[in-house]
């Protein structure tokens, strides 16, 4: 799958991204190395042991990451993730959690499949 595919297949706009970045190769580096991050883990980890504070920060991380690669649907979760959590509550954020999930597997999945 080429970038340009892989960026079409989650819904995002590879042009924008490429206007960000300047070239097909510098997207292609960043957009694989999501893959080997593991804020979207970390947040998962700080969920299970109850942790609003470790949860809000690494959701907010992924935000950013999302929104400077352009995984806009991604973005967006985590976004409404964030909000839930920012109040330092642990109330109210699992749907928005579970479309977390959703979005991340989509984009993860995709993305270890860019083969140039």
Known sequence: MTTREFYESIGASYDSVLVRFGSEKMITKFAKRFADDTTFQDMCKALEEKNAKEAF??????????????????????????????????????????????????VYDSVTKIDN
């Open 57 to 106: 920060r690494m959701a907010h991380t992924l935000k950013g990451i999302c929104s400077n690669l352009g995984f806009d649907e991604l973005y967006k979760a985590s976004y409404d993730l964030t909000e839930d959590l920012r109040d330092g509550e642990l109330s109210g954020y699992e749907q928005d959690y579970e479309k977390v999930c959703e979005k991340y597997k989509i």
